[in-house]
């Protein structure tokens, strides 16, 4: 059974960076994707960034330009840098690894931008 632990939420006002990452106990590069979802009270559960096991990234429109994505295969970890944060940034961020046949999630962390 694969597990997805993220870390990295916390408070922090507008304008400014939090890093998340999402250490998995699989190697990470036999994925198809991980992804980072983020979900707002009373929001459904939005696809943030993505990034496919040939490197392929695609971002929401939302956070085009101020998150990043990127892995660490020596660590089994993925990471979103998130920068020029807003309020409307708030949310629980998930991490989603895609596998062959099943599809993982981890517990998420809370993000909470102060206006």
């Known amino acids: 059974q694969v597990q997805l632990v993220e870390s990295g939420g916390g408070l922090v006002q507008a304008g400014g960076s939090l890093r998340l990452s999402c250490v998995a106990s699989?190697?990470?590069?036999?994925?198809?994707?991980i992804c980072w979802y983020r979900q707002a009270p009373g929001n459904q559960r939005d696809v943030v960034a993505v990034i496919r096991r040939g490197g392929t990234i695609n971002y929401a429109d939302a956070v085009k330009g101020r998150f990043t994505i990127s892995r660490d295969n020596t660590k089994n970890t993925v990471y979103l840098q998130m920068n020029s944060l807003k309020p409307e940034d708030t949310a629980v961020y998930y991490c989603n690894a895609v596998g062959q046949y099943n599809n993982y999630w981890g517990q998420g962390t809370q993000v909470t931008v102060s206006s």
């Open positions: 699989g190697i990470i590069g036999t994925f198809n994707a």
